[in-house]
């Protein structure tokens, strides 16, 4: 019997400037190289050269986040991923990655199921500012509580209905181009006869 051949791809994961493990890809395979310290770090693309990055965009995976700089060529961007989990340590890392190299502004480019309005309302959380913390304080499959401690409810209001109609327009557009039906992220309650 000839020998198997193996080819994976490995995205190494940097937290503090060091690589604490690997994201591995390959033909039917996915997963993390052994003793990966997954929990608190990032797989990072390369700094842009000259000029310093507008933002960071983060996003689930390394191939994810390769796809969005392919379709967003001209974008000054520093690039990350959580490799599958976004943990309170990662969004600290992403802190003080943005902090260091003085990139202003975050972009999440999860993907559009309920894992990735997940991750970005974690996302949010992590990022809100002292005025307005938000913390998530509970978690099902199709549905997230986040509580917001704000003197300015109207402020928060108006977000999350900028949010509810950014969501909606881009599962609209997604389902345009698509030609799928239209599948609402939460589930409506079956009616009882």
């Given at each position: ?29 996915k ?57 309170q ?62 003197a ?42």
């Open positions: 019997m000839p020998a198997k051949t193996f080819v994976n791809t490995a995205f190494p994961a940097y937290h503090d400037g060091r690589v604490v493990g690997l994201e591995l890809k390959g033909e039917g395979f997963g993390q190289a052994a003793e990966s310290q997954f929990a608190r770090s990032l797989w990072l693309s390369k700094l842009p050269e000259g000029k310093p990055p507008t933002h960071l965009v983060v996003s689930e995976s390394a191939i994810d986040t390769l796809s969005y700089a392919q379709l967003h060529p001209g974008e000054r961007a520093l690039y990350a991923s959580t490799s599958g989990t976004l943990t340590n990662k969004i600290f890392e992403m802190k003080r990655l943005m902090e260091e190299e003085r990139i202003p502004t975050i972009k999440s480019a999860f993907d559009n199921d309920t894992q990735g309005h997940h991750f970005d309302t974690r996302l949010l959380a992590g990022f809100a500012s002292a005025q307005n913390p938000m913390k998530v304080v509970r978690e099902h499959e199709h549905l997230l509580t986040v509580e917001v401690t704000t300015n409810l109207p402020s928060v209001q108006a977000v999350t209905q900028q949010l509810k109609a950014f969501n909606a327009r881009t599962t609209e557009h997604y389902h345009r181009e698509s030609g799928e039906a239209i599948i609402p992220a939460i589930p409506k309650p079956c009616a009882t006869s």
